[in-house]
């Protein structure tokens, strides 16, 4: 079965710095999407970037890009000057690319980020 | 606004009685998807349907069961409730089961007491 492992509970980051949050998942599949999801205090989950597993080239959405290492099974988050808005729970997720109808999405834990001003 | 409605915001029910949660997907999405996020289990995927059949169940009670409608909306029906059912309650739909991206909702928080 797919899990998705966020060991970092919680993280800090001092305003306009650089935080990177972890992301390891294990599956056998070889095509996959990879997400990460902002849900603020408001409670709305939010997409914040994906990547596609076939896909080489790491994802990149404005001050959002990932590290993807296939090989390691590893998907973190890069989040560079950082704002105030960016205080939130961050999720991992997975879903399969392929097999069948399923395509629901594999949460990990969450990691509450806090932003220092 | 994610175009992705769900009401009502807040339920607050007694142990035993039965609830109906409600969402209608953005304009065109063709697939729908219920989470349940409560503290101890984290972001659960409970079933998934598409143009009105059931695709996928993940983690749903037997006491939990859920349709989508003719013209796309999908009702989840919570029944017998328990202390343990509060939680709250996510509806995401995409364009087809396949496609990468979800929109969510905002969610109903359910309190049982």
């Known amino acids: 079965a797919q899990t998705v492992t966020q060991s970092q509970p919680e993280m800090s980051v001092q305003e306009a710095e650089t935080v990177t949050l972890s992301c390891t998942y294990d599956t056998s599949e070889s095509d996959y999407y990879l997400f990460w999801y902002k849900q603020p205090p408001s409670r709305q989950m939010i997409l914040v970037i994906r990547q596609e597993a076939y896909k080489q080239q790491n994802a990149t959405e404005n001050r959002f890009s990932v590290n993807f290492q296939k090989a390691a099974k590893s998907f973190s988050l890069k989040i560079s000057d950082s704002q105030l808005g960016d205080a939130a729970m961050y999720f991992c997720a997975y879903r399969i690319h392929y097999g069948g109808s399923q395509g629901n999405l594999i949460f990990g834990k969450g990691t509450k980020l806090s932003v220092k001003p | 606004d994610s175009g992705v409605t769900q009401t009502p915001k807040h339920l607050i029910t007694a142990t035993g009685q039965r609830v109906t949660l409600r969402c209608s997907p953005r304009s065109g999405d063709l697939s729908v998807y219920w989470y349940q996020q409560s503290l101890d289990q984290g972001l659960q995927f409970l079933i998934q349907?598409?143009?009105?059949?059931?695709?996928a169940k993940g983690n749903i009670l037997e006491r939990f069961s859920a349709q989508q409608f003719p013209d796309l909306h999908s009702e989840l029906n919570l029944s017998s409730l328990e202390l343990g059912d509060s939680a709250l309650y996510f509806c995401?739909?995409?364009?087809?089961?396949?496609?990468?991206?979800?929109?969510f909702g905002s969610g109903t928080r359910l309190t049982v007491v």
């Open positions: 349907y598409y143009n009105g059949e059931e695709r």
């Open positions: 995401a739909s995409s364009v087809a089961p396949m496609d990468g991206g979800y929109t």
